[in-house]
């Protein structure tokens, strides 16, 4: 298997234009997670998915952000209107279950620049 | 909520030591205890799991601990690398299927 894949792998972008980040989760996971990472506040978690559904969207951190798994394999992140404070790394991860039984595998992420 | 913190924030060791780096939790109600390697610019990688009916967890020159009642892990490695030079970091995992992670240790080992 070839790991979570995100893409892109860098994204510079304008003020106020959309962006849209991509993550393929490891066949046969059905939890995928999306966190932000930044110097001053570390990983947090935006929202999780079980079974292509949205389980805690409560780390969003505002309407500006959405997020979708329309079936297993692939899930997008959108900002719209990216703002600076947007600028970070974004990772996507995905699990086999909920819960105890195994880790989480991240992808290599996503860095965001917004200017 | 559940706050993670690791000890030291940085670390500079001299090759061939061996080291421990610390990781505290708040809540003791957690399901694993995970630590990953991350080098700069890169993802992260995973090094051990632990679950929280286990003690600890060896893999190659790495050996976790956990003691759930006290809120508290660590990290040894033996004979420590320069290859070993990343930032280190402990996540929690919570009934909610949550990761909780510290803000990990920048370690560096010294040729």
């Known amino acids: 298997d070839a790991g979570v894949i995100q893409s892109p792998r860098h994204e510079v972008t304008e003020m106020g234009q959309e962006v849209t980040l991509r993550c393929k989760p490891i066949s046969g996971h059905n939890s995928l997670f999306w966190y932000r990472q930044t110097m001053m506040r570390g990983l947090e978690l935006l929202i999780y998915?079980?079974?292509?559904?949205?389980?805690?969207d409560s780390g969003m951190p505002e309407d500006r952000f959405s997020a979708k798994m329309p079936n297993a394999s692939f899930s997008t992140l959108k900002i719209q209107p990216s703002e600076p404070r947007d600028s970070a790394v974004y990772f996507c991860a995905s699990s086999p279950l909920t819960g105890t039984a195994s880790g989480y595998t991240f992808g290599s992420g996503t860095r965001l620049t917004v200017v | 909520k559940q706050e993670v913190t690791q000890i030291p924030a940085a670390l500079s060791v001299p090759e061939g030591e061996n080291l421990v780096l610390n990781c505290s939790f708040t809540?003791?109600?957690?399901?694993?205890l995970q630590w990953f390697r991350q080098d700069p610019g890169k993802g992260l990688t995973s090094l051990l799991l632990?679950?929280?009916?286990?003690r600890e967890q060896t893999s190659g020159r790495l050996n976790a601990s956990l003691d759930k009642s006290s809120g508290r892990s660590t990290l040894y490695i033996a004979a420590s690398q320069p290859g070993d030079s990343a930032t280190y970091l402990c996540?929690?995992?919570?009934?909610?299927?949550?990761?909780?992670f510290g803000t990990g240790t920048r370690l560096t080992v010294i040729p």
């Open positions: 809540d003791s109600a957690i399901y694993n």
């Open positions: 998915f079980n079974n292509n559904v949205p389980i805690d």
């Open positions: 996540a929690v995992m919570t009934g909610a299927n949550n990761l909780f």
């Open positions: 632990i679950q929280s009916s286990q």
